[in-house]
C-alpha cells in the first residue's frame, strides 16, 4: 500500500506576493511605457498608430500589462478570503477604504501626473 502524498497549496501570503509582484509589473508598464513613452511619442508624432506594433517597446509593454492582469482575480479571491474570516467586517471595511484612498493620491501622481 503506497501512502498518498500531501497536498500542497500556496498559502495566503505567496498568493498576496504573487499578486502584488504581478500588479506592481502592470504598474510599471502603464506607467513608464505607455503613458511615459509612448503615449506622449503618438502625441509628438514621433511614432506613428501604424508602425507601433513593430515598436519594441510597444511588444514589452503588452507582455507586461498581460502579465499584470493576474493580479485582479488574486486580489478578489484575497478579498473575499478576508472577508469570510474576519470577525470585525466594519474594521475590515475601514482598512480597505483607507488604503484605498491613500493609495489613490501615488496613482494619480503616476498616470495622470495630478495630486487628485
Known sequence: MTALSPRRTFSGTAL???????MLV???????????????GLDAGTLSQDTLSAY???????VLRFTGRLAFPLFCFLLVEGFVHTHNVKGY???????????????????FRTPL
Not at 504598474?27 to 506622449?40: D, K, Q, V
Not at 471595511?93 to 498616470?111: I, M, N, T
Open 56 to 62: 519594441p517597446l510597444y511588444r514589452l509593454d503588452m
Open 16 to 22: 498576496k506576493t504573487i499578486a502584488c509582484i504581478t
Open 26 to 40: 502592470d504598474h510599471i508598464g502603464a506607467s513608464c511605457i505607455e503613458a511615459g513613452i509612448l503615449t506622449p
Open 93 to 111: 471595511l475601514g482598512r480597505l477604504v483607507l488604503f484605498g484612498l491613500l493609495s489613490e493620491v501615488p496613482f494619480d501622481l503616476a498616470f
